[in-house]
Protein backbone atom coordinates (compact mmCIF):
# COMPACT_ATOMS: atom_id res chain seq x y z
CA UNK A 1 0.00 0.00 0.00
CA UNK A 2 1.08 3.35 -0.86
CA UNK A 3 1.91 6.33 1.59
CA UNK A 4 2.41 9.66 2.04
CA UNK A 5 5.88 10.87 1.06
CA UNK A 6 7.45 11.74 4.77
CA UNK A 7 9.27 14.59 3.21
CA UNK A 8 5.81 17.02 2.45
CA UNK A 9 4.20 15.77 5.42
CA UNK A 10 3.76 19.77 6.57
CA UNK A 11 0.56 21.39 5.43
CA UNK A 12 3.03 24.58 4.62
CA UNK A 13 5.17 22.55 1.69
CA UNK A 14 1.98 21.07 0.44
CA UNK A 15 0.64 24.38 -0.42
CA UNK A 16 3.79 25.54 -1.72
CA UNK A 17 4.29 22.71 -4.11
CA UNK A 18 0.33 22.83 -5.11
CA UNK A 19 1.07 27.08 -5.55
CA UNK A 20 4.50 26.44 -7.21
CA UNK A 21 3.30 24.11 -9.66
CA UNK A 22 0.19 26.21 -10.08
CA UNK A 23 2.58 28.88 -11.10
CA UNK A 24 4.66 26.80 -13.33
CA UNK A 25 1.77 25.86 -15.58
CA UNK A 26 0.87 29.22 -15.90
CA UNK A 27 4.25 29.99 -17.43
CA UNK A 28 3.33 27.02 -19.89
CA UNK A 29 0.11 28.67 -20.39
CA UNK A 30 1.56 31.95 -21.54
CA UNK A 31 3.69 30.38 -23.80
CA UNK A 32 1.13 28.10 -25.16
CA UNK A 33 -0.85 31.82 -25.53
CA UNK A 34 1.77 33.35 -27.55
CA UNK A 35 2.12 30.27 -29.97
CA UNK A 36 -1.65 30.54 -30.89
CA UNK A 37 -1.32 34.30 -31.63
CA UNK A 38 -3.47 37.59 -30.73
CA UNK A 39 -6.67 35.78 -32.38
CA UNK A 40 -9.20 37.29 -29.99
CA UNK A 41 -12.73 34.31 -31.42
CA UNK A 42 -14.70 32.73 -29.44
CA UNK A 43 -12.82 29.38 -30.57
CA UNK A 44 -9.72 30.84 -29.84
CA UNK A 45 -10.37 31.73 -26.07
CA UNK A 46 -12.06 28.83 -25.14
CA UNK A 47 -9.41 26.62 -26.68
CA UNK A 48 -7.20 28.77 -23.98
CA UNK A 49 -9.26 28.01 -21.20
CA UNK A 50 -9.12 24.34 -22.38
CA UNK A 51 -5.60 23.98 -21.63
CA UNK A 52 -5.85 26.08 -18.64
CA UNK A 53 -8.21 23.75 -16.58
CA UNK A 54 -6.04 21.23 -18.12
CA UNK A 55 -2.16 22.16 -17.44
CA UNK A 56 -2.48 25.13 -14.48
CA UNK A 57 -5.45 23.60 -12.49
CA UNK A 58 -5.51 19.74 -13.04
CA UNK A 59 -2.21 19.09 -13.87
CA UNK A 60 -1.07 20.75 -10.74
CA UNK A 61 -3.49 19.12 -8.52
CA UNK A 62 -2.71 15.92 -10.08
CA UNK A 63 1.13 16.00 -10.02
CA UNK A 64 0.98 17.60 -6.14
CA UNK A 65 -0.83 14.24 -5.24
CA UNK A 66 1.95 12.24 -6.97
CA UNK A 67 4.63 13.95 -5.28
CA UNK A 68 2.57 14.42 -1.48
CA UNK A 69 0.72 11.40 -1.29
CA UNK A 70 2.24 9.00 -4.24
CA UNK A 71 -1.72 8.28 -5.05
CA UNK A 72 -3.37 10.49 -6.96
CA UNK A 73 -7.14 9.40 -7.48
CA UNK A 74 -8.10 8.27 -4.05
CA UNK A 75 -6.03 11.58 -2.35
CA UNK A 76 -8.18 13.71 -4.19
CA UNK A 77 -11.38 11.89 -3.84
CA UNK A 78 -12.02 11.12 -7.22
CA UNK A 79 -13.05 7.66 -6.81
CA UNK A 80 -16.08 8.20 -4.67
CA UNK A 81 -19.57 8.69 -6.34
CA UNK A 82 -21.74 11.44 -6.04
CA UNK A 83 -25.37 10.05 -4.67
CA UNK A 84 -28.35 10.57 -6.76
CA UNK A 85 -29.61 12.56 -2.84
CA UNK A 86 -26.60 14.57 -2.71
CA UNK A 87 -26.91 16.11 -6.68
CA UNK A 88 -30.58 16.98 -5.66
CA UNK A 89 -29.29 18.67 -2.49
CA UNK A 90 -27.31 20.62 -4.59
CA UNK A 91 -30.09 21.71 -7.19
CA UNK A 92 -32.24 22.32 -4.49
CA UNK A 93 -29.42 25.02 -2.93
CA UNK A 94 -28.68 26.32 -5.93
CA UNK A 95 -32.38 27.31 -7.08
CA UNK A 96 -33.53 28.55 -3.51
CA UNK A 97 -30.66 30.63 -2.95
CA UNK A 98 -31.14 32.65 -6.21
CA UNK A 99 -32.84 35.64 -4.54
CA UNK A 100 -30.36 35.61 -1.47
CA UNK A 101 -27.24 35.44 -4.28
CA UNK A 102 -28.56 38.06 -6.21
CA UNK A 103 -28.87 40.54 -3.81
CA UNK A 104 -25.09 39.91 -2.33
CA UNK A 105 -24.73 40.21 -5.71
CA UNK A 106 -25.78 43.90 -6.28
CA UNK A 107 -24.42 44.65 -2.70
CA UNK A 108 -20.74 43.47 -4.09
CA UNK A 109 -21.19 45.60 -7.08
CA UNK A 110 -21.99 48.72 -5.23
CA UNK A 111 -19.44 48.85 -2.67
CA UNK A 112 -17.88 52.64 -2.58
CA UNK A 113 -14.60 53.17 -1.18
CA UNK A 114 -13.52 56.25 0.76
CA UNK A 115 -12.45 59.57 -1.30
CA UNK A 116 -8.86 58.35 0.43
CA UNK A 117 -8.90 55.27 -1.56
CA UNK A 118 -10.60 56.73 -4.78
CA UNK A 119 -7.34 55.53 -6.55
CA UNK A 120 -7.49 51.82 -5.55
CA UNK A 121 -11.23 52.16 -6.04
CA UNK A 122 -10.20 52.89 -9.81
CA UNK A 123 -8.22 50.23 -10.08
CA UNK A 124 -10.20 47.21 -9.40
CA UNK A 125 -13.13 48.87 -10.92
CA UNK A 126 -10.85 48.85 -13.82
CA UNK A 127 -10.19 45.80 -14.17
CA UNK A 128 -13.86 44.69 -12.85
CA UNK A 129 -14.96 46.13 -16.12
CA UNK A 130 -12.33 44.38 -18.34
CA UNK A 131 -13.49 41.10 -16.92
CA UNK A 132 -16.95 42.17 -17.38
CA UNK A 133 -16.33 43.04 -21.22
CA UNK A 134 -14.75 39.60 -21.72
CA UNK A 135 -17.40 37.79 -20.18
CA UNK A 136 -19.81 39.66 -22.28
CA UNK A 137 -18.02 39.23 -25.67
CA UNK A 138 -18.39 35.49 -24.64
CA UNK A 139 -21.56 35.09 -23.77
CA UNK A 140 -23.63 37.67 -26.37
CA UNK A 141 -24.21 36.51 -29.98
CA UNK A 142 -23.68 32.93 -29.89
CA UNK A 143 -25.73 30.17 -31.82
CA UNK A 144 -26.18 26.94 -30.10
CA UNK A 145 -23.27 25.20 -30.98
CA UNK A 146 -20.99 27.70 -29.55
CA UNK A 147 -23.14 27.80 -26.78
CA UNK A 148 -22.99 24.08 -26.24
CA UNK A 149 -19.56 24.29 -26.06
CA UNK A 150 -18.98 27.06 -24.16
CA UNK A 151 -20.82 25.47 -21.37
CA UNK A 152 -18.70 22.32 -21.60
CA UNK A 153 -15.68 24.49 -21.78
CA UNK A 154 -16.91 27.35 -18.92
CA UNK A 155 -18.98 24.46 -16.97
CA UNK A 156 -17.67 21.16 -16.81
CA UNK A 157 -14.25 21.45 -17.67
CA UNK A 158 -13.61 24.86 -15.12
CA UNK A 159 -16.00 22.98 -12.81
CA UNK A 160 -13.60 20.09 -13.05
CA UNK A 161 -10.11 21.73 -13.32
CA UNK A 162 -10.77 24.62 -10.23
CA UNK A 163 -11.99 21.96 -8.00
CA UNK A 164 -9.66 19.10 -8.60
CA UNK A 165 -7.13 22.18 -7.57
CA UNK A 166 -9.09 24.24 -5.06
CA UNK A 167 -10.41 21.52 -2.89
CA UNK A 168 -8.81 18.26 -4.49
CA UNK A 169 -5.09 19.64 -3.78
CA UNK A 170 -5.29 22.87 -1.60
CA UNK A 171 -8.70 21.66 0.79
CA UNK A 172 -7.13 18.26 0.52
CA UNK A 173 -4.26 19.04 2.61
CA UNK A 174 -5.78 21.45 4.61
CA UNK A 175 -8.03 18.72 5.53
CA UNK A 176 -4.97 15.99 6.33
CA UNK A 177 -3.38 18.67 8.98
CA UNK A 178 -4.24 16.83 11.88
CA UNK A 179 -5.81 19.18 15.17
CA UNK A 180 -6.99 22.16 12.46
CA UNK A 181 -10.12 22.63 12.51
CA UNK A 182 -12.08 21.98 9.75
CA UNK A 183 -14.40 24.70 9.61
CA UNK A 184 -10.53 26.83 9.36
CA UNK A 185 -9.73 25.10 6.38
CA UNK A 186 -13.40 25.36 4.44
CA UNK A 187 -13.61 29.05 4.55
CA UNK A 188 -9.61 29.94 4.46
CA UNK A 189 -9.54 28.17 1.03
CA UNK A 190 -12.74 29.51 0.28
CA UNK A 191 -11.28 33.30 0.76
CA UNK A 192 -8.31 31.88 -1.37
CA UNK A 193 -10.61 30.80 -4.60
CA UNK A 194 -12.38 33.62 -4.11
CA UNK A 195 -9.18 36.07 -3.95
CA UNK A 196 -7.49 34.47 -6.93
CA UNK A 197 -9.72 35.28 -8.90
CA UNK A 198 -8.52 39.20 -8.49
CA UNK A 199 -12.71 40.42 -8.93
CA UNK A 200 -13.26 42.53 -5.33
CA UNK A 201 -16.55 43.48 -6.82
CA UNK A 202 -17.48 40.17 -7.28
CA UNK A 203 -15.16 38.44 -4.14
CA UNK A 204 -18.51 37.72 -1.84
CA UNK A 205 -20.46 35.82 -3.92
CA UNK A 206 -17.45 33.89 -5.21
CA UNK A 207 -16.20 33.31 -1.49
CA UNK A 208 -19.83 31.97 -0.70
CA UNK A 209 -19.70 29.90 -3.58
CA UNK A 210 -15.87 28.63 -2.61
CA UNK A 211 -17.03 27.89 0.87
CA UNK A 212 -20.19 25.65 -0.32
CA UNK A 213 -18.62 23.83 -2.71
CA UNK A 214 -15.58 23.22 0.51
CA UNK A 215 -18.43 21.98 2.42
CA UNK A 216 -19.62 19.93 -0.51
CA UNK A 217 -16.30 18.18 -0.53
CA UNK A 218 -15.22 17.45 2.98
CA UNK A 219 -19.21 16.07 3.78
CA UNK A 220 -19.36 14.13 0.33
CA UNK A 221 -15.65 12.45 0.91
CA UNK A 222 -15.57 12.89 -2.81
CA UNK A 223 -14.92 15.46 -5.81
CA UNK A 224 -17.22 14.78 -8.19
CA UNK A 225 -20.20 16.89 -5.90
CA UNK A 226 -18.58 20.09 -5.92
CA UNK A 227 -18.06 19.53 -9.56
CA UNK A 228 -21.45 19.08 -10.15
CA UNK A 229 -22.34 22.07 -8.22
CA UNK A 230 -19.52 23.98 -9.31
CA UNK A 231 -20.39 22.86 -13.24
CA UNK A 232 -24.17 24.07 -12.49
CA UNK A 233 -23.29 27.52 -11.69
CA UNK A 234 -21.12 28.39 -14.32
CA UNK A 235 -22.99 26.54 -16.90
CA UNK A 236 -26.11 27.58 -16.19
CA UNK A 237 -25.04 31.06 -16.65
CA UNK A 238 -23.85 30.70 -20.63
CA UNK A 239 -27.00 28.82 -21.08
CA UNK A 240 -29.67 31.78 -19.20
CA UNK A 241 -27.73 34.37 -22.04
CA UNK A 242 -28.75 32.34 -24.65
CA UNK A 243 -31.92 31.97 -23.67
CA UNK A 244 -32.18 35.76 -23.43
CA UNK A 245 -30.67 36.32 -26.52
CA UNK A 246 -33.48 33.99 -28.40
CA UNK A 247 -35.86 36.18 -26.24
CA UNK A 248 -37.55 32.74 -24.86
CA UNK A 249 -36.72 34.46 -21.54
CA UNK A 250 -36.66 38.30 -20.33
CA UNK A 251 -32.92 39.29 -20.16
CA UNK A 252 -31.78 40.10 -16.67
CA UNK A 253 -35.34 38.79 -14.88
CA UNK A 254 -33.59 35.96 -12.97
CA UNK A 255 -30.62 38.47 -12.36
CA UNK A 256 -32.85 40.82 -10.62
CA UNK A 257 -35.42 38.15 -8.44
CA UNK A 258 -34.13 39.40 -4.80
CA UNK A 259 -32.85 42.41 -5.56
CA UNK A 260 -35.21 45.31 -3.96
CA UNK A 261 -35.97 48.62 -5.58
CA UNK A 262 -34.08 51.23 -3.95
CA UNK A 263 -34.96 52.07 -0.76
CA UNK A 264 -37.05 48.85 0.02
CA UNK A 265 -36.25 46.18 2.30
CA UNK A 266 -34.84 43.04 0.81
CA UNK A 267 -37.64 40.72 1.93
CA UNK A 268 -37.31 37.80 -0.43
CA UNK A 269 -33.60 37.64 -0.44
CA UNK A 270 -33.61 37.32 3.34
CA UNK A 271 -36.28 34.28 3.46
CA UNK A 272 -34.55 33.10 0.96
CA UNK A 273 -31.03 33.26 3.09
CA UNK A 274 -32.94 31.55 5.37
CA UNK A 275 -33.98 28.70 3.66
CA UNK A 276 -30.81 28.27 2.11
CA UNK A 277 -29.21 27.76 5.29
CA UNK A 278 -31.90 25.41 6.51
CA UNK A 279 -31.03 23.24 2.99
CA UNK A 280 -27.33 23.01 3.67
CA UNK A 281 -27.61 21.80 7.19
CA UNK A 282 -30.19 19.32 5.76
CA UNK A 283 -27.09 18.29 2.79
CA UNK A 284 -24.51 17.95 5.56
CA UNK A 285 -27.30 15.48 7.27
CA UNK A 286 -27.79 13.57 3.95
CA UNK A 287 -24.86 13.16 3.15
CA UNK A 288 -23.43 12.00 6.63
CA UNK A 289 -25.65 9.32 6.65
CA UNK A 290 -24.68 8.09 3.40
Known sequence: M????????????RIM???GLMSIGLVLFSVIATLLGASQSKFSV??????????????????????CYRNVLPSLKMKVKPSWRGIAMVVAVYIVSIPALNWLVDWNEHITFPASMQSLYDTLKHYEDLAKAQTDFMLKGNDLL????????????????????????????FERKRGLNIHISVWTVGI?????????????PRCYLGIWLGYLFVWSRSLWLPVIAHALNNGLVVIIAYLAEQHLITAGAIDSIGVPAPGEFPL???ASAIATLALIITTHQVLKIE
Open 2 to 13: KTENPFTRSLAV
Open 17 to 19: ISF
Open 46 to 67: MLLGVVQNLIVFAGAAMLTAKI
Open 146 to 173: TMLLMTLQVGVLTGFGEEIFFRGAVLGA
Open 192 to 204: IFSAIHFQFFGFF
Open 268 to 270: LAL
